[in-house]
DNA sequence: TCCAGTAATTGGTCCGACCAAAAGGACGGG
DNA sequence: CCCGTCCTTTTGGTCGGACCAATTACTGGA
């Protein structure tokens, strides 16, 4: 057990995630209007500069609305919630997502990377294969080493589901999952630690065969089925 | 034609703008490294204070990577790119997307709608049919008006469409049809000029009366044969 | 040639003051 | 009693200067 950096969070980070709380926890509902900057102010000792920034960052991930010389209200996050709200509320829970939040991220996975899936594999090019097998040759590289990297090897995971999104030719796929990426991220950490290292970047290699292969359906049962065998294993826990 | 609400831009979202018009039509490319933000306050008459904030929101809209003490460079937006930063892309264009990002947007929605009715349909309850109708009757009293107000009804009809990823119990759908909703609220546009109003809403209702039957794959079909007519009512313009 | 020491530069943070627009009263004519 | 006009207060938005800590670039001596 390492103590590991210790950074000291600023004012305005502390008094962002002071509101984000007060909000997710409910005790700010939407519609509610915050006090004004002045007031916060004077309330916090923080100088206006720096509430009005932090007032700027929550609008931006979708928490607030901010109307000039109106003020700031909660927003209604059913209609402006965004990615970034949800990483937000899994922050707030210790990066723990509920149960509900794991199934809904696997059905949006198998929607999302099975349909890339089953384009790439209809009309891979050579060019297609060739960026899939560097990207697995680097996590192999990984695999190599004595002292494992789990946060590099997840990276290169990453990347190479990314990389199945970006060769599919479509050009929304990838962004998702660029918005995803903190939820991704944990996901292929924690699968690492189950089913361990060699395991995860072996079904990668089935992925790429597939794909190789053409065939199109059998890709997309593929994730069916281990999206599957990760929940029944997460159910025993 | 009405002149509408004439809102000013303040200083900050000017350079965000120019910024990212740089990037976007190439004068900036992946890799460049921008002014210091001391440079850009003397360019710019621009307070210091302003120009980090105009960086930093430029950096959580993953045009830039900003790193402390050594400056701010444009980022791959492979690497870094979210909806945000494809929208930004799109209004750049005139809010006109391509044929491919079209293409790729309509996927997307099948891939995503697709999955949250068939699950809706699945498990309707009479609370969630009763939200959608609810929606519906707006849709409908717009439709009653002499006056024809399509932005209202593009928005009825995003909130339909977005009511159903919401009732369909998966958390992260709905936040994805809000990620898309500038492109999808320009889509609905399109669809009410080509279509008409009418047309758009009889539409909708039928999708409401498959999930009722609980009919998943009709529900599904449903989908995939309007984006097909949408698509080659695109072709023939 | 090398290296320690130093000066300059960078992003990040913070302050207190000021601006223009909007909201809320106060006032006065009808 | 009503309604427009004027003025004060409050609001978010902006400014320029200051400081910090880390990095980089340079400089002089061994």
């Keep these: 057990m390492s103590i590991g950096v210790i950074e000291v969070p600023t004012r305005r980070a502390l008094l962002v995630q002071k509101i984000e709380e007060q909000i ?3 005790k700010l509902r939407a519609g509610d209007s ?4 002045r007031q916060l102010q ?9 509430i009005h920034a932090a007032l700027v960052e929550l609008e931006q ?3 607030l609305e901010i109307t000039p010389r109106r003020g700031a209200v909660v927003a209604n996050y059913t209609e402006t919630g965004t990615m970034e709200t949800l990483n937000a509320r899994i922050r707030l829970n210790g990066g723990n997502m509920t149960a509900k939040q794991t199934r809904s991220f696997l059905e949006a996975r198998i929607a999302i990377e099975g349909a890339a899936l089953r384009r790439l594999a209809e009309r891979r090019t050579d060019e297609d294969l060739a960026y899939l097998e560097q990207i697995l040759a680097q996590a192999d590289a990984l695999l190599e080493r004595e002292k494992s990297d789990d946060a590099a090897l997840a990276d290169a995971l990453f990347r190479f589901h990314r990389g199945i999104c970006l060769r ?35 079904l990668a290699k089935r992925y790429l065969e597939l794909i190789r292969a053409g065939d199109a359906e059998g890709a997309f049962h593929r994730l069916e089925r281990s999206v599957n065998e990760y929940l029944s294993c997460l159910d025993e826990q």
């Design 24 to 26: 997710l926890t409910g």
């Design 34 to 37: 915050l006090p004004s900057e």
């Design 42 to 50: 004077e309330e916090t000792h923080i100088s206006k500069t720096m």
């Design 61 to 63: 991930k979708g928490f």
């Design 168 to 202: 599919s030719g479509n050009e929304f796929f990838p962004l998702l999952l660029n918005e995803f990426r903190p939820i991704i991220m944990e996901f292929w950490m924690r699968s690492i630690a189950v089913f361990g290292a060699a395991s995860n970047v072996h």
